[in-house]
């Protein structure tokens, strides 16, 4: 269908004069959408850098629990969470077990079973496999598998966070086929990273690149074959594109809207929108290792001279909420007792005593909607606090590449980023983002900040299962980043998801994936 339909760019405010606008447009049951990341760096979430993808992959691959829209941890390819009270987790916490469903299969009709658990464990810790984070996974001391349907795992220490984190919305890598995979030395770059074939309940058709992900339901889901037979994703990297496909109906949903086209939006008939805070922060970015920023006082000075309060309603249209912490005000760590970083140009001008300072601003503009808009309010701010600012975009796969890649962040060739990071989780963990031993390459610390106080405070968080405790820990380690600022918060994303009416079921997670319940939305009308 030409994407213009029944209007012409001149006549555009004229949309909703066309009569297919609001109704049922697509022939059959299929479900046509934009939005994310554009471009996937890879189908296997193992090996993805970006939280969209492994959001996407919630709708062909599987995990051991999810996270529902309610807030709740409930049992996916388990047969129910484990906990103290069931059994699932022993007295002393170091023992998980898991009981699998004796009715999932592969989507080749293989069955699932604790072997493939087991098998993907090895895979995700096995040094040849290029993962970017093994947070959660590197606790494991031993893993067996009792007959085909239990998982029995013992840790080396306690990890309060576990069962979000191993197999489940908080980690990476899904469940893989060890009949497809045990016998390939390593996973980096095979085909199976394009068309993996998984056991959720849509499975990979099709990848043309720079175009289209195409999914057809799975016939072979534990659930049953899911209700809509195919799902088109547009890969779309112009935010006005996926907008305009929108109204004139050639798609039926734009997840994760550009702020800067909430307006647009809600003008358009037939279209629900709807919110969901998350557990997603943009932030500005310092690199340590620079010269120059390695200096607290001009990061201090640069924090001081951006004015939030505008940035914010001018880059998210009313769907940011200002946030002064690595921590989403909703969660339950959050401490509202930290020290602000308040907006103070004359302050910041008085830190910086007269120097000329010109700096770099690394931005991906195909990841993080209105990164241009944020980057040009940003460099007018320092600006005017005497800091000269270059704008320097990268696409999304250079930006977030490994070291040995030459990532812009994880190599360290950046001075400032516009930076988000999208915690599919309901844990306030932060070691994979803050603590010294995910320094690049081991992890993703992307400003190489380390501090003993605040390390030893992510350490023992995640050996209690005690609230109180380790809420006092995190207070530790964000009145840290306060301090010495490795970044910069800017703002709480709440994800604008936009849908024809036609189409039912979608009930984004907080702190887990827009596409955990999938297998249960409905086109009608």
């Known amino acids: 269908m030409n994407r213009l339909g029944c209007i012409t760019l001149a006549a555009a405010l004229a949309f909703a004069a066309c009569s297919h606008v609001g109704s049922r447009r697509t022939s059959g049951s299929t479900l046509i959408f934009s939005g994310l990341a554009g471009e996937p760096d890879s189908l296997n979430p193992m090996f993805s850098n970006e939280a969209d993808e492994l959001d996407f992959s919630h709708l062909y691959m599987s995990y051991l629990v999810e996270n529902d829209d309610r807030g709740r941890t409930v049992p996916e390819i388990a047969l129910q969470v484990p906990t103290p009270a069931n059994g699932g987790i022993s007295r002393d916490q170091r023992t998980i077990t898991y009981r699998l469903r004796s009715n999932a299969r592969w989507q080749d009709g293989r069955p699932l079973t604790a072997g493939d658990v087991v098998f993907s464990y090895h895979a995700i810790i096995d040094p040849r496999n290029n993962v970017a984070t093994r947070v959660g996974y590197d606790e494991v001391q031993t893993i067996r598998a009792i007959g085909t349907h239990t998982v029995v795992v013992r840790l080396r220490r306690r990890f309060s966070p576990f069962v979000q984190y191993f197999f489940g919305p908080q980690g990476v890598g899904a469940i893989m086929p060890a009949h497809l995979l045990a016998a390939t030395p390593d996973l980096n770059h095979i085909a199976y990273d394009e068309r993996p074939v998984g056991s959720g309940p849509f499975r990979i058709v099709q990848w043309r690149h720079g175009d289209s992900i195409t999914l057809a339901a799975n016939p072979y889901y534990w659930r049953g074959k899911p209700r809509i037979d195919r799902l088109i994703y547009r890969i779309v990297p112009d935010p006005n594109t996926r907008l305009e496909q ?30 969901t805070p998350v557990n997603d922060l943009h932030v500005l970015r310092f690199n340590l290792r620079d010269p120059i920023l390695r200096d607290v006082r001009v990061r201090r000075a640069v924090a001081m001279a951006i004015d939030r309060a505008t940035l914010v309603q001018a880059a998210t249209h009313g769907s940011g909420i200002v946030v002064d912490a690595d921590q989403p005000r909703n969660g339950w760590a959050y401490d509202p007792a930290a020290p602000l970083t308040r907006y103070d140009r004359g302050a910041a001008k008085r830190l910086l005593a007269g120097r000329s300072l010109q700096l770099t601003l690394a931005i991906a503009p195909q990841i993080i909607n209105g990164s241009p808009l944020v980057a040009a309010i940003v460099q007018e701010d320092l600006r005017k606090a005497g800091v000269r600012v270059i704008v320097k975009q990268y696409p999304s796969a250079m930006m977030y590449a490994s ?109 887990g994936s827009t596409f955990w319940n999938a297998w249960s939305w409905t086109i009608a009308g």
């Open 246 to 275: 929108l109204r004139t109906g050639e798609a039926d949903a734009y997840f994760d809207v550009d702020p800067q086209l909430l307006p647009q939006v809600r003008s358009i008939p037939g279209v629900r929108l709807v919110m």
């Open 403 to 511: 070291p040995a890649q030459g990532g812009v962040l994880a190599a360290g060739r950046y001075q400032l980023a516009y930076d988000a990071w999208w915690v599919l989780g309901s844990d306030p963990d932060d070691s994979w983002n803050m603590a010294c031993g995910q320094v690049p390459p081991a992890g993703l610390n992307y400003s190489f900040w380390c501090d003993a106080r605040a390390d030893a405070a992510i350490g023992d968080a995640l050996n209690t299962v005690d609230r109180a405790r380790r809420k006092s820990d995190y207070a530790i380690v964000q009145r840290a980043i306060a301090r010495d600022l490795p970044i910069f918060p800017l703002w709480q994303v709440r994800i604008p998801d936009a849908y024809r009416t036609y189409v039912h079921g979608i009930a984004p997670a907080p702190e």
